[in-house]
């Protein structure tokens, strides 16, 4: 396979046009957008002007409703409300941990359902989505990773994610408000950290994130976005090319035995060539430094000889590494590792140069932290003791 093919999965991806409906219009890319109206018979001299207006109803106002995009025509309203319709994900539940992060579950076409979480901080809001129904790479620390893949999500239910939670923090500008002079945003950053594999489902991630960053409507920098990847390796350089937004990568081990337990795809593609693309990440750099999450499991991946292969293994690429404790599930093979040895994990790879932050567990309460994530109707078709069976901690 060449490095440039795209890496897909034999998934079911949900076509834009439902059976026998309307299309979608959420999620599809300006020249689609384009497209789809002279299909439904725009004059082709109109289009573009057409595809501005209703981008910014539906992205920068946040408008659910043809008939309020009141600088186009009323015909031309009647029209567009025959031919498409503005969906997004429906919240079937919404919880609220006691540190303010919020969960919400989700459903898409089909009938699947995703979680996706909002955390709050003092200086931003981040919210967390999906890319996938389920996880194909089965993480042995990931709760996610013990549900199956269904399918890739489409971009509208990707960017869906992103407009269902803005409407819930109300947090599109009031009328008249250009982007520009909004207030200080609830929800400022975004991050593919949620169910799935984004680089499994590239075309739509991209799409999506296309829609989040144009200036005319969400209009987040690429600087706030955060791309998560397991090490689809080559995959990764084309995320700086038709993405440009900021990459994290789940590394979890120093060696290859370790990491071929902990993150599977590690088989497929190893340390040395998941390290060698990183060193070649057309956007790395000291101000844009590639994130690495290491989850910290007790006895497995936490020793001082782990944190001194770590700093030496990623020598010469500009980087941070995010120190995750590890956020326990129901039949958990691991245990979370001892504060103070986190903490002397941590100084190790300080004192190499590296920024070693150590995240604050959130929305563990209502299992909304990093890698709890997984639908709450797959959860309540699996008791304790299936999940124990599935991971191999049963007793």
């Given at each position: 396979?060449?490095?440039t093919?795209?890496?897909?999965?034999?998934?079911?991806?949900?076509?834009?046009?439902?059976?026998d409906g309307p299309t979608n219009?959420?999620g599809?890319?300006?020249d689609?957008m384009?497209d789809?109206l002279?299909a439904a018979?725009?004059?082709e001299?109109?289009?573009?002007?057409?595809?501005n207006?209703i981008?910014?109803w539906?992205?920068?106002w946040g408008?659910r409703d043809?008939a309020?995009?009141t600088n186009l025509?009323?015909?031309?309203?009647?029209?567009?409300?025959?031919?498409?319709?503005?969906a997004?994900?429906e919240?079937?539940?919404?919880?609220?941990?006691?540190?303010?992060?919020r969960?919400?579950?989700?459903r898409?076409?089909?009938?699947?359902?995703?979680?996706?979480v909002?955390?709050p901080?003092?200086?931003?809001?981040?919210l967390?989505?999906?890319s996938?129904?389920?996880?194909?790479?089965t993480?042995?620390f990931c709760?996610?990773?013990t549900?199956?893949?269904?399918?890739?999500?489409?971009?509208?239910e990707?960017?869906?994610?992103v407009?269902?939670?803005?409407d819930?923090?109300?947090g599109w500008?009031?009328?008249?408000?250009?982007?520009?002079?909004?207030?200080?945003?609830?929800?400022s950053?975004?991050v593919l950290?949620?169910?799935?594999?984004?680089?499994?489902?590239f075309?739509?991630?991209?799409?999506?994130?296309?829609?989040?960053?144009?200036?005319e409507?969400?209009?987040l920098s690429?600087?706030?976005?955060?791309?998560?990847?397991?090490?689809v390796?080559?995959?990764?350089?084309?995320?700086?090319?038709?993405i440009?937004?900021?990459?994290?990568?789940?590394?979890?081990?120093?060696t290859?035995?370790v990491?071929?337990?902990?993150?599977p795809?590690?088989?497929?593609?190893?340390?040395e060539a998941?390290?060698?693309?990183l060193?070649?990440y057309?956007?790395?750099?000291?101000?844009?430094r590639i994130?690495?999450e290491?989850?910290?499991?007790?006895?497995?991946?936490?020793s001082?000889?782990?944190?001194?292969?770590l700093?030496?293994?990623?020598?010469?690429?500009?980087a941070?590494?995010?120190?995750?404790?590890?956020?326990?599930?129901?039949?958990?093979p691991?245990?979370?590792s001892?504060?103070?040895?986190?903490?002397?994990?941590?100084e190790?790879?300080?004192?190499?140069g590296?920024?070693s932050?150590?995240?604050r567990?959130?929305?563990?309460?209502?299992?909304?932290?990093?890698g709890?994530?997984?639908?709450?109707?797959?959860r309540?078709?699996?008791?304790?003791k299936q999940?124990?069976?599935e991971?191999g901690?049963?007793r």
């Amino acid at each position: 396979m060449s490095a440039t093919a795209p890496i897909t999965q034999d998934v079911m991806t949900i076509k834009r046009v439902l059976p026998d409906g309307p299309t979608n219009i959420v999620g599809l890319t300006r020249d689609a957008m384009h497209d789809a109206l002279i299909a439904a018979g725009t004059p082709e001299k109109q289009a573009k002007m057409r595809v501005n207006q209703i981008w910014q109803w539906i992205y920068h106002w946040g408008v659910r409703d043809f008939a309020e995009m009141t600088n186009l025509s009323k015909g031309f309203r009647a029209k567009l409300a025959d031919t498409f319709v503005i969906a997004l994900p429906e919240v079937v539940t919404r919880e609220v941990s006691k540190d303010g992060t919020r969960k919400y579950l989700v459903r898409i076409a089909g009938g699947h359902e995703v979680e996706v979480v909002y955390i709050p901080e003092t200086d931003r809001g981040t919210l967390c989505i999906s890319s996938q129904v389920g996880c194909t790479l089965t993480c042995s620390f990931c709760h996610t990773g013990t549900q199956k893949l269904v399918r890739n999500l489409t971009a509208g239910e990707i960017i869906g994610q992103v407009m269902l939670a803005r409407d819930d923090l109300d947090g599109w500008p009031e009328k008249g408000i250009s982007t520009a002079d909004q207030a200080p945003r609830l929800l400022s950053n975004v991050v593919l950290m949620g169910m799935g594999e984004p680089l499994y489902n590239f075309e739509n991630v991209r799409d999506a994130m296309k829609i989040a960053m144009d200036g005319e409507g969400i209009a987040l920098s690429r600087r706030r976005i955060t791309l998560s990847t397991s090490g689809v390796v080559p995959e990764i350089a084309r995320t700086a090319q038709e993405i440009g937004c900021q990459l994290a990568v789940s590394f979890h081990a120093t060696t290859d035995e370790v990491r071929d337990t902990l993150v599977p795809i590690n088989k497929r593609w190893n340390i040395e060539a998941l390290l060698n693309v990183l060193r070649e990440y057309p956007k790395v750099s000291n101000s844009e430094r590639i994130t690495f999450e290491y989850v910290m499991l007790k006895d497995v991946n936490d020793s001082d000889e782990d944190a001194r292969r770590l700093v030496k293994l990623i020598d010469g690429i500009p980087a941070k590494i995010n120190l995750i404790p590890f956020n326990e599930w129901p039949g958990a093979p691991y245990t979370r590792s001892d504060k103070a040895r986190i903490e002397a994990f941590a100084e190790i790879v300080y004192r190499a140069g590296y920024a070693s932050p150590i995240r604050r567990p959130r929305g563990e309460d209502i299992m909304a932290a990093c890698g709890q994530l997984k639908s709450a109707t797959e959860r309540e078709r699996k008791s304790r003791k299936q999940i124990e069976a599935e991971t191999g901690t049963g007793r």
